[in-house]
């Protein structure tokens, strides 16, 4: 009978090794209980596992019920659960699971407090995570070197970087992971400055290091930074991989950088790196906002469409939105229903954004229908491109009833598309109105001023154009200059009007008069040749 129970839990244990499902898994675990085998530790391991922590499974609900079920559960089995509820979109179970272990006698050990940091840095909840920092004191944790990572990690993701950093200045010992974890804490800060002074210090870098670093930059807007890191990177550091060119793509498509940007995607083929999901999403969002469109329709079409996901769509189709293609838009919209990708909010607001510049009302109120069937709020963004959407086609009253009507609070958004709208097509009257309550909502905007000027100027107000700019200069906002960049042998250029900055000013403002009446030449010979028509 021994060698037969044997036998029976030892086949079990294959079977859950090769389970795929939660319905096989509830198959075996129905034959678990039939034989007798409810409380077998090994049998009972591997169900939690599965059903907590296998993307097969995800079934963590199950999992938790399982362990309350069982006579004596070891810590393994409540970490398990705990470690599960801290992956799930709702981490409260965590912390439940956790007090229902302390009330049950169990003490926790060091695998426990980390998915429990984890817990707390997904809910965004200071206060319990403190009290988890207090618990992991309490049972004299305190000097774990993996427990002391986790927490520099979860106050980083709180934004407290003075508690990351004493607890990373009280590790006695620190590993690779310890000083990736607080360059990645004070980039998520925004203090670049100290994130590259950790970076320096570090007695070794992995391409984890230099990715985080690169990442800080680009999510703190310094995209040039970004640049100059990845450069160092390739010549005194570990070959990049693709997490490392996903940042890398992300900063060329700011800077508009196409020719670095076509570079990065010849590094990854030559280089043979995995094409993943996300990195091709990069190449296409690079491409389409570095005004290579037909290259992002490339890489777009080079994946098999079974295995993209709502965010390539979604580049695929904001970027042909930004290239005024509607008709392309809308017809790639209707290729991604047919494929089966459920579209989302941002989906929609690139879709409201084409028809704006193609003056389809019809179809943009449609789509801002759709967000509310399918189960979708529509945001501030939303409402600001339907009042874009009947501005430009010179519907301004009911674009502002739209405005009065909407169940959130105007926006500068909203408003500034709706002021643009009515300058164009005249409503001077409107114009002023929001004019008015743009300055009063946003006072320290220099275009919110410089739009009301506008708009005064048009019906040649000129006393209340030159009243309003002199109101900006009187509480001290300067009209910020427009510049256009320039890229040019590996290099970015920005110019601003009459601009001698430039080493190579004289020349080029030579070409541009050369260019400027070249221009002239050829639009007076086209007007004779009209004349001559008539």
């Known amino acids: ?291 290579a469109i037909h290259e992002a329709l490339n890489v777009f079409r080079g994946m098999p469409k079974e295995t993209g996901d709502v965010l390539i769509w979604n580049a695929m189709i904001g970027g042909l939105a930004n290239h005024g293609l509607i008709r392309e838009t809308l017809d790639l919209f209707l290729e991604m229903n047919t494929v089966g990708v459920k579209p989302d909010e941002i989906t929609y607001l690139s879709l409201l954004s084409a028809c704006a510049h193609g003056g389809f009302v019809k179809e943009a109120w449609d789509f801002f229908d759709c967000l509310g069937r399918h189960g979708m709020s529509p945001k501030i963004e939303h409402y600001a491109c339907m009042i874009d959407v009947m501005a430009r086609s010179g519907q301004i009253a009911e674009a502002y009833r739209f405005l009065c009507e909407a169940p959130i609070e105007p926006s500068a958004s909203m408003l500034g598309a709706l002021l643009s709208g009515c300058i164009n097509h005249g409503k001077l009257d409107v114009a002023e109105i929001i004019g008015k309550r743009l300055i009063e909502l946003e006072p320290r905007h220099d275009g919110r001023y410089v739009g009301l000027s506008n708009a005064y100027a048009i019906v040649r107000r000129w006393e209340e154009a030159r009243s309003t700019r002199q109101a900006m200069e009187r509480i001290g906002v300067k009209k910020s200059p427009g510049y256009s960049i320039v890229e040019m042998n590996g290099g970015i250029d920005r110019f601003i009007a009459q601009d001698k900055s430039h080493p190579k000013w004289k020349e080029i403002y030579m070409m541009l008069s050369l260019v400027v009446s070249q221009m002239k030449h050829i639009v007076n010979y086209e007007d004779e040749e009209l004349m001559l028509w008539l």
């Not at 391409?207 to 690169?214: N, R």
């Not at 800080?216 to 310094?222: E, F, M, P, Q, S």
Request: charge should be positive; proline fraction near 3%.
């Open 1 to 291: 009978m021994l060698n037969s129970s044997s036998s029976l839990s030892l086949n079990l244990i294959s079977l859950l090794d090769n389970c795929k499902s939660m319905f096989h898994l509830k198959q075996i675990h129905a034959l678990v209980f039939a034989l007798g085998l409810s409380q077998d530790d090994i049998c009972l391991s591997k169900i939690l596992s599965f059903s907590s922590l296998s993307d097969s499974g995800n079934n963590v609900l199950y999992s938790s019920c399982v362990l309350y079920s069982l006579s004596n559960p070891t810590i393994f089995n409540w970490n398990t659960v705990i470690r599960g509820y801290s992956k799930t979109r709702n981490p409260n179970g965590s912390l439940s699971v956790y007090i229902h272990m302390l009330r049950a006698g169990v003490s926790p050990h060091h695998l426990t407090f980390p998915f429990l940091a984890r817990a707390s840095a997904r809910l965004f909840n200071p206060h319990l995570g403190m009290s988890i920092h207090a618990h992991i004191a309490k049972f004299g944790f305190h000097s774990d070197l993996f427990i002391s990572n986790s927490l520099v990690h979860m106050y980083s993701s709180f934004r407290d970087i003075s508690h990351a950093r004493k607890v990373f200045d009280g590790m006695p010992l620190k590993n690779l992971v310890s000083w990736n974890s607080m360059v990645d804490a004070y980039a998520k800060c925004g203090y670049m400055v100290f994130a590259r002074q950790v970076f320096d210090s570090m007695p070794e870098k992995d391409v984890l290091s230099w990715t985080c670093l690169i990442d800080g930059y680009v999510k703190n807007v310094n995209y040039g930074d970004a640049m100059s890191v990845f450069e160092n990177m390739r010549t005194s550091g570990p070959r990049p991989n693709e997490v490392t060119l996903v940042s890398v793509l992300c900063a060329c498509a700011h800077l508009g950088s196409l020719d670095k940007g076509r570079m990065m995607h010849q590094y990854v083929i030559h280089n043979k790196l995995p094409l993943t999901l996300v990195l091709r999403t990069s190449l296409v969002d690079m491409y389409a906002k570095c005004g």
